[in-house]
């Protein structure tokens, strides 16, 4: 243990020491910044200081269990120890041990890995599969020809075992470098932070400091392709060009990314691309995402302010998911904390509501054949939203994608229906016009992907009859039936076997239905309740944070209770002294004698003669013992109507704190 602390100690002073030197830079590049720079800049500095203090604290953390004096097994210590070193170390040991890796292999392995785990996490977000797929490793000769064409066309050459790209000469000869993010051109900061690993290891071996690598001779321990230059690595920016040329070709519409990836990843893209083509625009339109930020900060490994998409679906739906991101522009910083999350709760759940409620709407309504189907003023005012909604929706989208006006206006359409909803009696509405309006919002919110897509082929039940029109009668009897067991059972509540019945009655509303995802809400005098369908772990969700909120309720109540009773014991207590105590108490350290039927003092604390017209001072000693009195009589008179007043009050005292603690313990 000894031995691997030193190590560890070594490695953090290592990694702190650039840490703050990193701090410094990012503090003097702030200074030079421009207007326009000045706020990347300033998020720079900000990273770079959380980072440092993850390392400091990540060291005083580790040093402390190694300081530690515990009773536990030295084995255990030394694994705590071991884990929460093992980030500063991995670090240590890959620039140590890295060259020696030569199994190619282990590659690959590595790649797979995460590629699985990102394939099951865009399924489980309910992200559409891509048509293609594509991986570096199974381009490299297509990469190879690309940046020999990039060669021959004269934008590259090759130096020391590696290939550049001439940005200088692709500016000269009628070309735009660093279109998308032209004041960033001259930054060589974020063009060495581009190449990273790939940046120039050896002195001279650009022909200009903003040139960058096509191809970057592969060192002891990278992975490595044989070619024309001698055993290699493709570059960064080399892989996605060659890609999607290989599928897009030389000119393509839409190109995504993060908006850090705008210079000079992208503008490389462009660069390399219009090279080998030979053309002019090789990509017409960029879509820039903004990135996501937990703790005001970017997420970020390195700043240990990241989760995971499994951490995320452990707690959340995909859909609950989907409406974070649909509430926020998608082109801007889009803010992962408990307020936004719980605002997606929210709007999903009136979205939910509104289509069980429109459901259960149409089938009270019965048989269309059988009902009057004019409209009045109602439905018009709500066709006449409908319609101005599918206008805002459409020009929001129409709008650089502004899912979240198009969202706004669905919702505002879902509280015009509800509204008409309680407008009309139960069975007076007008299913028709109900029906047009649920499809427009299911159409676009599946758009959006909140519904999951159906696969090829004929679903099972198309043609047929759906879950919920096979569910409907048997649901509407349960709810009937449930409904005058619990209104019998309500109106002779004393009796044990009748409460016992009205509690088996909620344990089907409140447990066993939404397990099997059905939701059912009381009705009112008697009528059989509202039922409507949706997803059990949302059901579930909604019901145990209503019984959360139950009991907090419930806790916070008998607290007030408690502090009630505490005070009327605390109260009753003093009241219970006699008033010439209390009285002497009070003012002992001002008068030592008193006169009991003025109820003025009579000697100071000294035994000097009071003065013979009372004082201010004398006056307030009458005004307390009044007082006194006054709460001694009045207690009294409780008394003699309740001998044992203080002893219930003591006793429902306990009872209330029983309860309380019951309610803790079960949390």
Known sequence: LAQVRAEATAAYDDVIAKAQAAVARGKEDAKKATKRELADAEERVKMAELKLKNWTTARDASAAIAEEKSNEPAENTKERYLASVKDVLSVKIDAEKGASVTDQEIFRKHAAY?????????ANLGVREPTVLTRVTEYVEDIVEYVKK???????????????????????????????????????????EGEGALGDSGAGEKEAQSDFALWKKSKPGEPSWQSPWGLGRPGWHIECSVMASDHLGANFDFHSGGEDLKFPHHDNELAQAEAHFGCQQWVNYFLHAGHLHIGGLKMSKSLKNFTTIRNILANYTSRQVR???????????????????????????????????????????????????????????????????????????????????????????????????????????????????????????????????????????????????????TLDVLAAFRAKVRSLAK?????????????????????????????????????????????????????????????????????????????????????????????????????????????LPTKDAEGNDAPAKANSGMKAVKKFWNKAQKEFDALQKKLAKNANLVEDRRSELAELRAKLAKFENEQ
């Open 491 to 599: 109106s002779n509540i004393k009796d044990p076997a009748m409460r016992e019945m009205l509690e088996l009655c909620d344990n089907l509303r409140d447990h066993v239905l939404p397990e099997v995802g059905v939701k059912l809400e009381d009705g009112a005098a008697g009528a059989a309740g509202l039922w409507k369908l949706g997803d059990p772990v949302e059901l579930i969700r909604q019901r145990d944070e209503k019984i959360a909120q139950e009991r907090e309720n419930a806790m916070r109540k008998l607290r007030n209770k408690i502090a009630s009773a505490e005070k009327d014991l605390a109260k009753w207590a003093l009241h219970t002294r006699d008033p010439k105590e209390r009285t002497v108490d009070e003012f002992k350290d001002k008068w030592s004698e008193f006169d009991d039927a003025k109820r």
């Open 150 to 192: 990039i060669i021959d066309n004269g934008f590259a050459y090759e130096s020391n075992g590696s290939v550049y790209f001439r940005t200088q000469r692709f500016d000269a000869s009628g070309h735009n470098y660093a279109k998308l993010a032209p004041e960033m051109r001259n930054n060589l900061a974020l063009l060495n």
């Open 114 to 122: 995460y590629e699985n785990e990102f394939l099951e996490d865009m």
């Open 323 to 473: 409406m974070l991101f649909l509430l926020q522009g998608w082109d801007r910083k889009m803010m992962f904390n408990e307020d936004s999350l719980k605002e997606a709760l929210s709007k999903e759940t009136t979205f939910n509501e509104f289509f069980g409620g429109v459901k259960a709407a149409i089938r009270a309504s019965g048989s269309i054949g059988e009902r009057p189907q004019a409209w009045h003023k109602e439905e018009r005012d709500l066709h006449k939203r409908l319609v101005e909604v599918q206008g805002e929706v459409h020009r929001a989208l129409l709008n650089n994608f502004d899912f979240s006006t198009a969202v706004a206006s669905l919702l505002d359409l879902v509280a015009v229906c509800n509204a008409y909803l309680r407008a009309r009696e139960s069975g007076k509405h007008l299913a028709l016009l109900l029906r047009e309006v649920a499809k427009y919002v299911d159409r676009i919110l599946r758009v959006f992907g909140m519904m999951p897509d159906g696969d090829f082929g004929f679903q099972a039940g198309a043609g047929g009859a759906n879950r919920e029109e096979t569910l409907a009668p």
